[in-house]
Protein backbone atom coordinates (compact mmCIF):
# COMPACT_ATOMS: atom_id res chain seq x y z
CA UNK A 1 0.00 0.00 0.00
CA UNK A 2 1.24 3.39 -0.55
CA UNK A 3 -0.11 6.84 0.39
CA UNK A 4 -0.77 8.88 -2.62
CA UNK A 5 -0.28 12.50 -3.64
CA UNK A 6 -3.49 14.92 -3.14
CA UNK A 7 -4.59 17.18 -4.99
CA UNK A 8 -5.35 20.37 -4.41
CA UNK A 9 -7.76 23.03 -5.39
CA UNK A 10 -7.23 25.02 -8.48
CA UNK A 11 -5.82 21.74 -9.90
CA UNK A 12 -7.99 21.04 -13.08
CA UNK A 13 -8.60 17.57 -12.40
CA UNK A 14 -10.73 18.50 -9.63
CA UNK A 15 -13.64 19.58 -12.11
CA UNK A 16 -13.24 16.93 -14.08
CA UNK A 17 -15.62 14.09 -14.76
CA UNK A 18 -14.71 10.50 -13.66
CA UNK A 19 -14.44 8.13 -16.02
CA UNK A 20 -17.41 5.25 -15.15
CA UNK A 21 -15.58 1.87 -14.31
CA UNK A 22 -15.83 -0.99 -16.39
CA UNK A 23 -14.19 -4.09 -14.86
CA UNK A 24 -12.43 -4.70 -11.99
CA UNK A 25 -9.11 -5.01 -11.91
CA UNK A 26 -6.09 -5.75 -9.91
CA UNK A 27 -4.84 -2.18 -10.37
CA UNK A 28 -8.28 -0.59 -9.50
CA UNK A 29 -8.27 -2.46 -6.62
CA UNK A 30 -5.12 -1.48 -5.65
CA UNK A 31 -6.44 2.24 -6.13
CA UNK A 32 -8.68 1.82 -3.29
CA UNK A 33 -6.23 0.06 -1.08
CA UNK A 34 -4.26 3.18 -1.74
CA UNK A 35 -7.17 5.30 -1.23
CA UNK A 36 -8.18 4.36 1.63
CA UNK A 37 -4.66 4.19 3.00
CA UNK A 38 -4.42 7.58 1.77
CA UNK A 39 -7.89 9.11 3.33
CA UNK A 40 -6.83 7.50 6.81
CA UNK A 41 -3.33 9.53 6.63
CA UNK A 42 -5.19 12.74 6.16
CA UNK A 43 -7.43 11.89 8.79
CA UNK A 44 -10.77 12.51 6.00
CA UNK A 45 -13.91 10.69 6.54
CA UNK A 46 -13.80 10.04 2.24
CA UNK A 47 -11.91 10.41 -0.64
CA UNK A 48 -12.60 10.40 -4.46
CA UNK A 49 -10.24 9.10 -7.23
CA UNK A 50 -10.04 13.00 -8.55
CA UNK A 51 -8.47 14.08 -5.65
CA UNK A 52 -5.42 11.42 -5.99
CA UNK A 53 -4.90 12.40 -9.39
CA UNK A 54 -7.28 9.58 -10.99
CA UNK A 55 -10.16 9.96 -13.43
CA UNK A 56 -11.63 6.62 -12.29
CA UNK A 57 -15.13 6.48 -10.67
CA UNK A 58 -14.04 5.42 -7.36
CA UNK A 59 -15.18 6.62 -3.74
CA UNK A 60 -14.10 5.62 -0.56
CA UNK A 61 -15.62 6.64 2.56
CA UNK A 62 -15.04 5.89 6.21
CA UNK A 63 -17.20 7.33 8.98
CA UNK A 64 -16.16 7.66 13.02
CA UNK A 65 -19.20 4.66 13.23
CA UNK A 66 -17.64 2.40 10.69
CA UNK A 67 -15.98 -0.70 11.26
CA UNK A 68 -14.66 -1.28 7.58
CA UNK A 69 -14.29 1.56 4.68
CA UNK A 70 -17.14 1.47 2.07
CA UNK A 71 -15.96 1.33 -1.56
CA UNK A 72 -17.76 3.08 -4.53
CA UNK A 73 -17.39 2.59 -7.73
CA UNK A 74 -19.46 4.31 -10.38
CA UNK A 75 -21.94 5.47 -7.36
CA UNK A 76 -24.78 7.89 -8.28
CA UNK A 77 -27.37 9.09 -5.90
CA UNK A 78 -30.82 8.23 -7.24
CA UNK A 79 -33.06 10.05 -4.94
CA UNK A 80 -32.31 12.81 -2.49
CA UNK A 81 -34.96 14.54 -0.33
CA UNK A 82 -35.25 17.51 2.18
CA UNK A 83 -32.56 20.04 2.71
CA UNK A 84 -30.34 21.15 5.38
CA UNK A 85 -27.46 23.37 6.20
CA UNK A 86 -24.10 21.61 7.28
CA UNK A 87 -20.63 23.26 7.82
CA UNK A 88 -18.09 20.89 5.35
CA UNK A 89 -14.30 20.94 4.31
CA UNK A 90 -12.64 19.11 2.04
CA UNK A 91 -9.12 18.05 1.68
CA UNK A 92 -8.38 19.33 -1.16
CA UNK A 93 -9.26 23.20 -0.14
CA UNK A 94 -7.30 22.65 3.27
CA UNK A 95 -7.53 25.77 5.84
CA UNK A 96 -11.15 26.56 4.30
CA UNK A 97 -14.88 25.35 5.67
CA UNK A 98 -18.37 26.32 4.30
CA UNK A 99 -21.94 26.37 4.99
CA UNK A 100 -23.75 24.29 2.75
CA UNK A 101 -27.02 22.98 1.56
CA UNK A 102 -27.01 18.63 1.76
CA UNK A 103 -30.01 16.55 1.69
CA UNK A 104 -31.32 15.28 4.48
CA UNK A 105 -31.75 11.54 3.33
CA UNK A 106 -30.29 10.20 -0.05
CA UNK A 107 -30.45 7.07 -1.73
CA UNK A 108 -27.20 5.57 -3.54
CA UNK A 109 -26.75 2.75 -5.82
CA UNK A 110 -22.84 1.91 -6.43
CA UNK A 111 -20.90 -1.16 -7.17
CA UNK A 112 -18.66 -2.93 -4.83
CA UNK A 113 -14.92 -4.10 -5.11
CA UNK A 114 -16.81 -7.55 -5.70
CA UNK A 115 -18.73 -6.17 -8.52
CA UNK A 116 -22.32 -6.52 -7.26
CA UNK A 117 -24.46 -3.42 -7.20
CA UNK A 118 -26.14 -1.91 -3.87
CA UNK A 119 -28.31 0.49 -2.90
CA UNK A 120 -27.92 2.21 0.16
CA UNK A 121 -30.00 4.93 1.99
CA UNK A 122 -28.03 7.41 3.93
CA UNK A 123 -28.75 10.37 6.57
CA UNK A 124 -26.67 12.87 8.49
CA UNK A 125 -22.73 12.30 7.98
CA UNK A 126 -23.10 9.53 5.58
CA UNK A 127 -25.68 11.04 3.32
CA UNK A 128 -23.24 14.39 3.21
CA UNK A 129 -20.27 12.81 2.94
CA UNK A 130 -22.03 10.61 -0.15
CA UNK A 131 -23.28 13.74 -1.54
CA UNK A 132 -19.48 15.15 -1.29
CA UNK A 133 -17.36 12.30 -2.87
CA UNK A 134 -19.50 11.66 -5.65
CA UNK A 135 -19.79 15.79 -6.05
CA UNK A 136 -16.08 15.15 -6.85
CA UNK A 137 -16.46 12.34 -8.96
CA UNK A 138 -18.82 15.12 -11.46
CA UNK A 139 -15.82 17.82 -11.17
CA UNK A 140 -18.15 19.86 -8.06
CA UNK A 141 -16.55 20.80 -5.15
CA UNK A 142 -18.66 21.93 -1.68
CA UNK A 143 -17.65 25.58 -2.27
CA UNK A 144 -20.13 25.49 -5.56
CA UNK A 145 -22.76 24.92 -2.84
CA UNK A 146 -21.99 27.93 -0.41
CA UNK A 147 -25.74 29.16 0.88
CA UNK A 148 -24.28 32.52 0.22
CA UNK A 149 -21.37 34.38 -0.48
CA UNK A 150 -20.16 35.11 2.97
CA UNK A 151 -20.71 31.02 4.04
CA UNK A 152 -16.62 30.85 3.47
CA UNK A 153 -14.14 31.22 6.25
CA UNK A 154 -10.46 30.71 6.78
CA UNK A 155 -10.18 28.29 9.83
CA UNK A 156 -7.58 30.09 11.42
CA UNK A 157 -9.60 33.40 11.36
CA UNK A 158 -12.32 31.38 13.88
CA UNK A 159 -9.94 29.95 16.17
CA UNK A 160 -12.60 29.71 18.79
CA UNK A 161 -14.30 26.90 16.49
CA UNK A 162 -10.69 25.22 16.47
CA UNK A 163 -11.30 24.83 20.34
CA UNK A 164 -14.71 23.68 20.35
CA UNK A 165 -13.96 20.90 18.00
CA UNK A 166 -11.55 19.70 20.09
CA UNK A 167 -13.62 19.50 22.26
CA UNK A 168 -16.13 18.14 20.58
CA UNK A 169 -14.47 14.76 20.13
CA UNK A 170 -14.82 13.65 23.49
CA UNK A 171 -18.51 15.36 24.03
CA UNK A 172 -21.41 16.25 22.41
CA UNK A 173 -21.90 18.22 18.77
CA UNK A 174 -24.15 20.17 17.21
CA UNK A 175 -25.56 18.09 14.46
CA UNK A 176 -25.07 20.71 12.13
CA UNK A 177 -21.29 21.37 12.52
CA UNK A 178 -20.12 18.01 11.02
CA UNK A 179 -17.52 18.36 8.31
CA UNK A 180 -17.29 15.97 5.24
CA UNK A 181 -13.50 15.27 4.87
CA UNK A 182 -12.21 16.53 8.31
CA UNK A 183 -12.26 14.07 11.24
CA UNK A 184 -11.33 16.65 13.45
CA UNK A 185 -14.78 17.66 14.08
CA UNK A 186 -17.26 15.14 12.92
CA UNK A 187 -20.43 13.91 14.51
CA UNK A 188 -20.90 10.41 15.06
CA UNK A 189 -24.17 10.28 16.37
NI1 LIG B 1 -13.61 16.84 -0.81
Given amino acids: MAILEMRFLPDPILRRKAVKVAKITP ?3 KLVE ?3 ETMRDQSGVGLAANQVGSLQKVAVIETPDMEEP ?17 TEGCLSVPGWRGTVNRSEKIKVKAMGLDGKIYR ?49 DDGEEPAESIVAETSASVSDD
Fill in 70 to 86: MVLINPEIIKAEGERQV
Fill in 27 to 29: QLK
Fill in 34 to 36: NMV
Fill in 120 to 168: LNADELLAQALEHEIDHLNGILYIDHLIDHESLWKISDHPEEEELDVED
